[in-house]
C-alpha cells in the first residue's frame, strides 16, 4: 500500500515490518499533528497575540498575562481531566473535540480583534485564549495514549518529530512574508492568521476521528479511588518524581524567549517586519531540530533530555555574557540568532519529555501520569512568573545566567532516570 510504503520510508522501517493499519495512523498522526503545530505557532502568544493585542491598543497588563495564561491553563486542568480520559475506550474523540473547540476559540479571538479594541479586545482574546488553552489541556492528556495505542515504540517520537518539522515549514514562510516589511502594524493582517489557525484546528480534528484506535473498556481497578488514587504515582514512583522534578528544572527552556527579546538593543517598531525575524527564528530551528530530536528520543529519551538541557544551559550562559560585555544582541535580527540557539533546545527538551513519559507509563497509567506531571509543572510555571521581577531588579542578562544554571541541574537530574526505549 502506498500509506505503508511512504510511513516507512518517513520511519526508516522495512515495509515488511509495517503493518498496514499502523502506517495508515501513523499518516493520520503525522497530518493531524501537523496542522496543530502550525496553528500553535501562529497564535504564539509570546509573539503573534502580543503583537495583536498591542496593536489593538489593551492594557501591559492583559499583554503580560497571555503567556502565564496559555501555558498554566493548558497544563493545571489535566489532573481533573486524567479520570474521564482514562474511563474512555478510546481517546481519538476527546483529542478531536479538544481540537475543535480549540479551532472555534482561534476564530473567537479574530473576530475580538476585528470588532473590538482597547480593554474590551484585550479581555475577549484573554477569554478565548483561557478556552483554547483548557481545551489544549484535554488534547495533552489523551494524545500521548492515542499515540501510544496506535504506533509501536521506536517510531512515535519520529511522528511528532516530523509534524514539527512539516508544521515549522509552513510557518517559516509566514514569518517570511512579514519580514519584508510590506505590512504595518495592522490589525487585520494578524487577524487572518489567527483565522487560519482556527481552521487548521478544525480540520485537525476531522482528520483524526479516522484514526483506527483500539476500543480497549477500563478495567475495574483503574477506576477506583479519587484524588488519592490520582496524586498516589508520585508518592510511590520514584521514577516520576524524579522526571517531574527535571521537567520541571528545564523548564527554563520555555521561559527564556521573553527575556532573550529584552535584551535587543532596538526600540520597539510600528511595523510588523520586526516580528518576521522572530517568527523565523522560531520555525527555522524546529525545522532543523525537530525532526532529529525526535530520532534520537525514539533511541533515548534520557539522553536526549540530558543532551537538550545541556545545550540550553551552554546557550543561556553565552546570549547572557554577550549581552552584558556590548550591552545588548544587536536588535531585532541579533535577538533572532539568540532565539533561533535557544529554541534548538527547547525542541530537545519537549522531544525527550514527551517520549520520556510516553514510554515509561503502562497504558492503564499514561493518562494519569501526564495530568498529573503537567499539573505539577503548571505550578512551577506560574511560579516562574517571579522571574520578572529579576529581571526589572537586575536586568535579563542575569536571569539567563540564572536559566543556565537551573538547566544545568536538571540535566544532573535527567541523567537519574531509567533507559525507557529498551525492552
Known sequence: MIATRTFARLTGTAPDDLPDEEARNGLIHVASLTLTKTADALIDPKLVLSWLMSALGAPGAMIGALVPLREAGALLPQLALARYVESSPQRKRIWATAAALQGLAALGIALAALTLDGA???????????????????????????????????????????????A???????????????????ITPLAVLVAVAGAAFLVAAAIFLRLREPSRTPEDADRDGGLSALVEPILSDGQLRLFVASRVALAVTALAPPFIVLLSASSAQASLGDLG?????STSASISAAYVWGRLSDRSSRQTLMAAGALAALVFAAIATLALSFGGLGGAWGAAGAIFAAQIAYEGVRAGR??????????????RYTALSNTLVGV??????????????FGPAVVLLLFA?????????????DEVQTD
Open 120 to 166: 474590551v479586545a484585550g479581555g475577549a482574546i484573554l477569554a478565548c485564549l483561557g478556552l483554547l488553552a483548557m481545551a489544549r489541556a484535554g488534547a495533552s492528556v489523551s494524545q500521548k495514549d492515542a499515540l501510544a495505542r496506535t504506533i509501536a515504540k521506536g517510531r512515535r517520537g519520529t511522528v511528532t518529530g516530523i509534524a514539527g518539522s512539516v
Open 168 to 186: 515549522a515549514t509552513s510557518v517559516l514562510a509566514v514569518g517570511a512574508l512579514l519580514a519584508t516589511g510590506l505590512f504595518e502594524t495592522a
Open 277 to 281: 525575524p522572530l517568527v523565523i527564528a
Open 354 to 367: 514527551k517520549l520520556h513519559l510516553t514510554d515509561m507509563a503502562e497504558d492503564a497509567f499514561r493518562a
Open 380 to 393: 512551577a510555571l506560574l511560579a516562574g512568573g517571579l522571574f520578572g521581577l529579576v529581571a526589572d531588579r
Open 405 to 417: 544554571a537551573i538547566a544545568a541541574i536538571g540535566v544532573a537530574l535527567a541523567r537519574g532516570l
